[in-house]
């Protein structure tokens, strides 16, 4: 409810208010009762984003409605369906990925699934985090213009530019930065997922766009055509995480993280356009192009102990996206 009124202050302030609880319930669980607490620090962070989320949520005044049974069944049973093919489809992607773990372990043993579990939380969590904040924003407002071609592909181009913008820098740093994070969070001998992490967090940038396009489908209602391109996504990723790993070991399984993306961005925009008249301008894969070929040379040069050079184009591409960011938040208080 307040994610659909746009109250994102006060969205913030839930997640915000709610975490620094949690943390306060948690680490005495977590001193007292050592690795026994994890599931009741789990509960207990739970428990602390639904009080504060409750608590703050009150505050809104919202006009009661009468509604008889079938009123609500009719308006309601569109909202249920698109939720089980959610959840069908987040079960898909859950199993496919306990598969690989499976299957990895097998292959490689439990060391081998250590630094590819260390890798996914990185580049998916961490890196996804944009993601994440994002999202708070931009499905209401994608749904408020899902029914007009025209907004729809202006907000969709707007997400995927800001998207971008806001990746490009994160990554560049993230690629220069990254042993000391892997020093910070984990120890040395996890320097043996850098490959991995690199081409996986090249992917991000075309994980950006498949997953502003995707909103879409969402917007629409379109819950089982949503169903079917994550399973054809997902079963694509896990057949290439096979091979890729098979071939050349964890790094391979980056390049997999890459490609598939760079495949599902390729579909779901095709979907997209012929089923709902979905178009983004040239210039967008053009700036797709361009920051994915930055970011690349970024890491080429890192790699290759060129650090001025890495460090230099990773200042250029954090002024000019700030630069652009910027025109845009002004552009939009105008």
């Known amino acids: 409810m307040i994610q659909a009124s746009e109250r994102l202050r006060v969205l913030a302030r839930c997640s915000v208010l709610g975490s620094f609880f949690a943390l306060l319930l948690s680490l005495p669980l977590f001193y007292f009762f050592g690795i026994s607490g994890i599931v009741p620090a789990i509960i207990a962070h739970t428990f602390s984003i639904w009080v504060v989320t409750v608590s703050l949520g009150r505050k809104m005044k919202v006009k009661p409605v009468k509604m008889s049974w079938t009123e609500t069944y009719r308006q309601g049973k569109n909202i249920a369906s698109l939720g089980i093919y959610m ?55 994608l749904s408020a213009v899902c029914e007009d071609k025209v907004l729809l592909s202006e907000h969709v181009t707007r997400q995927v530019e800001t998207s971008l913008l806001i990746l490009a820098p994160v990554i560049s740093l993230f690629l220069i930065f990254q042993n000391l994070i892997i020093h910070i969070l984990y120890t040395p001998a996890f320097l043996a997922i850098s490959g991995y992490i690199s081409w996986a967090v090249l992917g991000m940038l075309f994980r950006a766009f498949s997953w502003s396009v995707s909103f879409v489908l969402l917007a629409k209602g379109a819950g089982r055509i949503f169903l079917i391109t994550e399973i054809v996504a997902d079963s ?33 925009y095709m979907v997209c356009h012929l089923k709902f008249g979905l178009h983004i301008p040239v210039r967008m894969f053009v700036s797709l192009f361009v920051y994915s070929s930055l970011c690349y040379f970024v890491w080429l040069l890192w790699s290759n102990d060129c650090l001025a050079g890495a460090y230099s184009l990773t200042a250029f591409i954090c002024l000019f996206t700030g630069f652009q960011l910027k025109k845009k938040i002004f552009r939009k208080s105008e």
């Open 87 to 141: 959840t069908v489809s987040g079960f898909v992607t859950t199993l496919y990925s306990y598969l690989f773990v499976a299957w990895l372990n097998d292959r490689g043993g439990t060391g081998e699934v250590g630094f590819f579990q260390a890798g996914y939380t990185l580049v998916m969590q961490y890196v996804g985090l944009v993601f994440t904040a994002m999202s708070m924003e931009y499905y209401p407002r």
């Open 236 to 268: 694509l990723m896990f057949v290439m995480y096979l091979v890729g790993y098979t071939h050349w070991g964890l790094q391979g399984v980056g390049v997999a993280y890459l490609l598939a993306y760079l495949f599902s961005m390729t579909g779901i």
